[in-house]
């Protein structure tokens, strides 16, 4: 979420909310190469890199306006996921898991 704030412009963040990310991401094509993190406050790097493509972008935008209100803007969705303690799982494409 961070690294689509600076892509809005941090000088918008308020008016950017889980909905505005969705049109922003489809209207830019955006996909992402994010570095996983660990540790106690999620802020230890760990070396290795997660690729999301636009559709899984939109995949995980999409479950999260269902988790958290669509209308709050991205540090409050932030917040949210992090006391909320969401975590979200994409299985390859063309597999399937229950």
Do not use: C, P
């Not at 961070?2 to 000088?11: A, P, S, T, V």
């Not at 570095?35 to 636009?54: A, C, D, I, N, Y």
């Not at 917040?79 to 390859?92: E, K």
Request: aromatic share 10%; proline share 0%; glycine share 6%.
């Amino acid at each position: 979420m961070k690294k689509l704030i600076e892509m809005f412009g941090r000088n918008k963040v308020r008016q950017f909310n889980l909905t505005a990310a969705e049109q922003f991401v489809k209207e830019n094509d955006i996909s992402m190469k994010i570095e996983k993190r660990g540790g106690r406050f999620h802020q230890e790097r760990l070396g290795e890199f997660s690729v999301f493509s636009t559709a899984e972008l939109i995949t995980v935008i999409t479950f999260l306006k269902r988790k958290v209100s669509s209308h709050l803007w991205m540090n409050a969705v932030i917040g949210a996921i992090l006391n909320q303690q969401i975590t979200i799982t994409l299985s390859l494409e063309g597999n399937s898991y229950d």
